[in-house]
Structure formats: C-alpha cells, structure tokens
C-alpha cells in the first residue's frame, strides 16, 4: 500500500542507497500526493480537484518539484533528489491495482491511465515490508560508517 509512510520511507532507502540527499528524495516522494490536501480547502468554499489532479501526473509533479527547487541556493542539486523521489512515487503507484484510473504517464497529451495491478492499495504487507527494509538499509549503513 503506497500511502505517504510507505513513500516516504522508500525515499529514504532510495536516498541512502543511491548516496544522495535522503531528506530532499522523501519531499519528492509525498510530491505528486499534494493533491490529497485538497479537500481541506473545502471547508473554505473551494474546489481544487480540478486543479490538482494534473499535479499526480509526472509533468505536474517534476513542475512543482522544480518550483520547490527554486527555493535552493543551488537548485540543480536540489531538483535532482526531488525529481529521484517524485520517480520512486510514480514506480510505487504503478504497481497498484487500477482504482482512480491509473497513473497519467502520458498528460497533458493523454489522460489514459496506466497500472501494472500487483498491490491493491489496501494491503498494508507492503508497508510492513519497507520497515523492514528500513531497518535493514540502516543496519547496513551503521555498519558500513563504522568499517571507514
């Protein structure tokens, strides 16, 4: 289940793994999720879905991670661990059953969806499977840190 624990620790194992700045690859991850505040604006009278589904699709997800980028003094180094973790979220979601119509590969010149249907998004196994990943990654990097 690819709910925000799930992508976020998959960012950090991404981030440790690949040897890149963890903290900026899990704000990548949660980035195409965004989209999931928007019923908070409800209570105010307004309706973002419209305006926020395009950003669960790559194209809307890499132009707000590049506009979080801005924000960095250097902000190639920042888009690239953003952009590794918004791509670690779009693998995670491919995988899920087809329950929203799939994944946006191909917007704005498509709105066809695409799944691959191996998780159903209510299988928490899959979350239990990252913590233990987790832990093992970390293991392994304690271990490694204290052989140097």
Do not use: C
């Not at 194209?59 to 801005?70: E, Q, S, T």
Request: charged share 10%; proline share 5%; aromatic share 16%.
């Amino acid at each position: 289940m690819p709910d925000w624990f799930t992508h976020t620790l998959i960012g950090w194992i991404t981030g440790k793994v690949l040897k890149i700045e963890v903290g900026l690859v899990a704000i990548g991850s949660l980035i195409p999720d965004i989209m999931k505040i928007s019923p908070a604006f409800q209570w105010f009278g307004l309706n973002l879905d419209n305006v926020s589904a395009p950003i669960h699709t790559p194209v809307g997800a890499f132009l707000i991670g590049g506009i979080f980028a801005l924000f960095f003094e250097d902000t190639k180094k920042a888009f690239i661990p953003l952009g590794v973790g918004i791509t670690t979220h779009f693998i995670l979601d491919l995988l899920l059953f087809p329950t929203s119509g799939g994944i946006k590969l191909l917007f704005p010149f498509s709105w066809n969806g695409w799944q691959y249907g191996a998780i159903s998004s209510g299988d928490y196994r899959i979350t239990i499977i990252t913590v233990f990943a987790s832990i093992l990654v970390y293991i392994l990097y304690l271990y490694h840190n204290q052989k140097t």
